[in-house]
């Protein structure tokens, strides 16, 4: 392994130590196969990047963005680079997790289930 996927690795790790609030609580509602029995990881490396969660089963990547994210074009770059390796890229803002998870976990239930659905408002 390269030093720099160690040090990718070992980042991870930190951050899946003290995750944002918005992250703690949609990994509750995620883990131990929780939301229609679907596995997730978190803060999983993948190439040069760390996905906030990830369902390898359903190729989906859900990210929980805070407002430093809106409109970024490292965003725009990290999700095309996630989507050539066959993932798709699920983001939602830590209100949007805050305020409805409800909505949240059916949207990522749906796009789970759903190959061809595409989050293009964002």
């Known amino acids: 392994m390269s030093e720099d996927a160690r040090r990718l690795r070992s980042f991870a790790r930190k951050m899946r130590s003290a ?25 999983v490396p993948i190439g040069v990047y760390i996905a906030d969660f990830i369902c390898m089963e359903a190729k989906l990547i859900v990210e929980v963005d805070g407002t430093q994210h809106a409109e970024s074009r490292r965003d725009v770059a990290r999700d095309a680079d996630l989507e050539a390796r066959g993932f798709r890229v699920l983001r939602f803002w830590n209100d949007d997790v805050m305020r409805d998870l409800d909505s949240v976990c059916a949207t990522i239930i749906a796009f789970a289930r759903d190959g061809s659905l595409r989050q293009d408002w964002r």
């Open 19 to 43: 995750p944002t609030e918005a992250e703690e609580r949609l990994w509750g509602a995620l883990r131990n196969r929780r939301l229609g029995k679907l596995k997730f990881r978190r803060q």
